[in-house]
């Protein structure tokens, strides 16, 4: 669905000049239709070989699980892999505790309604750790000329506007036009989970607002 906001604050005009400048803007609602999820396993040993082994272990069995529901394997990248030494501090001493593996892989799905599904498996498979969903427009490019379009009518229509109140008349064409730096805006939620447990998990995308903005001046007659 589009929508577009009629009125920009910032319109003004300047009589003895001759010319009236406005600000359009054109806004259209969206919904992403894909999205990425950024999840994976950590894992602490007192031995760093017994936490590697458990960890890749644990990832090989969800990139399989992933891929066996559809997920292709160039939609599976590694995203972070760390590992760490473990301290405590008792009576201002530093006490080694062990070491933490972390593999996070970054999950690129296609199909919203899947997005679920990927997580419920990865963590069914050994995931604990599930962070940073996010959605995106494919056609965004294309979505912004819609913008775009709508904030020059919305430009033209406020100089008219302006012109009518004072009795004047414009040249149609404006005398300069300036497309100001495109906006998104995705009010995407951001899951931080650690050590989840499987569940039935349901992920609304929202929708997302792409915006553009215009600054036109046009001359009075």
Not at 75 to 94: A, E, N, R
Not at 114 to 141: K, M, P, W, Y
């Amino acid at each position: 669905m589009y929508h577009q906001q009629p009125y920009y604050q910032g319109t003004h005009r300047n009589l003895s000049e001759g010319e009236i400048k406005v600000i359009g803007e054109g806004i259209v609602t969206i919904q992403p239709d894909k999205g990425s999820v950024k999840l994976g396993v950590e894992i602490e040993n007192k031995e760093l070989m017994k936490a590697q082994t458990d960890n890749a272990k644990a990832i090989s069995s969800i990139m399989n699980a992933l891929q066996q529901i559809g997920v292709s394997a160039e939609h599976i990248q590694t995203d972070q892999f760390t590992i760490y030494p473990m301290y405590d501090y008792v009576d201002g001493k530093q006490i080694f505790r062990g070491y933490r593996v972390e593999h996070l892989l970054r999950i690129t799905v296609s199909n919203l309604e899947n997005i679920g599904l990927v997580v419920d498996t990865a963590v069914e498979h050994g995931a604990n750790r599930v962070s940073n969903i996010s959605f995106q427009v494919s056609n965004s490019a294309e979505v912004y000329r819609v913008a775009l379009k709508k904030a020059v009518e919305d430009a033209v229509k406020k100089a008219y506007t302006i012109a009518k109140s004072f009795n004047l008349s414009i040249v149609p064409t404006p005398r300069k036009i300036t497309e100001e730096k495109m906006a998104l805006r995705e009010p995407s939620p951001l899951y931080e989970m650690q050590m989840v447990k499987a569940a039935s998990t349901e992920i609304e995308p929202g929708t997302t607002e792409i915006r553009s903005v215009v600054t036109a001046i046009f001359i009075t007659n």
